[in-house]
């Protein structure tokens, strides 16, 4: 049961700790609770559909399904969280007058809240699935009885959830002109992240050609695979033994975000709005 | 335009993904029984694709993990997967089954 509850967490860990920052992040738009909410049935439905067509998957595109579709997950994940990042900035005076009560209130229409919804999708339904084939087979080895499973599974879910509360409340407790900042590194730092290891799952899929040579092993100082490892991996794209081509495109994501916000910005209005909310 | 995006992407991911994958020069296979790998010690040469087959003979699921080729697969009970790695350098990529790697562990050999 032990051994089930911290696999499911380590699973589970980096769909909460996005959920954490996305929900953090959207703090002001009206809605955004309702999308992350049904962003997440609609990643759990996913899973369970993913665990049952794992089969199907795997034999397609000549046995390079999973990677693709894993490849095709992240970039969607991280236009997703790019757009989100370059909307916000782009609507923070509307987002400020919508707080404080004046200027026609933003419709939920114009809102990029499918965005969120499926960012939180792909994360809770990637993490989901691997966690239900897991479940799924030591159920079907019998080694343990499903109660044992159950309970497992629950107290591993219990922990992601508790991370991922953990940084929800941890940013709220950050002041509101510094909190728009923040939560916009934060989100720029997940996509890049997700970024460098969409290189690895393409690269795995043979649709890219390159050479996987480590630029560093940083390994015996935080382990990838650890838990703080994993926190900071999903946080910071940190990677133990990245190549150079990982690197790059973590670099390159960063700036490219940075770059289309800062054009989306457009005059200083938009930053002393948002600055204004206090 | 959240419609034109996901359109483009799909598009895009779906031109990419049937042109041919890369074509391995080394292709090894490898087969998972009772929660082993048989043999658990495989061989490549250095600077080569290879292609390993993995043949899951057990009845249920299992995730070919390995963090040194930076690959994870799930192979469902009774199925087959492909797992494309290389060129690699010359040492030992370690690898395990995900579900069982109590005693699931492999190694393979590059020189």
Known sequence: MLAASVIVFREVLEAALIIGIVLAATQTVSGSRKMVAIGIVFGVLGAVLLALFADFLSSLLQGTGQDVFNAAAMILAVCMLAWHNIWMTKHGREMSDEMKGIGRSVSSGSKPLHVLGIVVAIAVLREGGECVLFLWGIASSGTTTFWDMAQGGVMGIGAGVALGATIYFGLLGIPMRHLFIITSWMITLLAAGMAAQAVIFLSAAGLIDIVDQPLWDSSAFLDEDSIAGRILHTLTGYSDRPNAVQLAVWIGTILLIALLTKWAKGGPTEIKAVQQVQ | ?111
């Open chain 2, 1 to 111: 335009m959240l419609n034109r995006s996901i359109l483009t992407t799909s598009l895009m991911g779906l031109l990419i993904a049937f042109c041919a994958p890369a074509l391995a020069d080394e292709k090894i296979a490898l087969t998972l029984k009772d929660h082993v790998f048989i043999p658990d010690k495989i061989q490549a040469p250095a600077g080569t694709k290879i292609e390993i087959t993995v043949k899951n003979m057990d009845s249920g699921a299992d995730e070919f993990d390995s963090r040194d080729l930076k690959r994870e697969k799930v192979i469902p009970g009774g199925k087959e997967g492909i797992v494309l790695v290389g060129p690699l350098q010359p040492g030992e990529y370690h690898f395990q089954g995900e579900y069982h790697a109590k005693t699931a562990q492999g190694v393979l050999v590059v020189k």
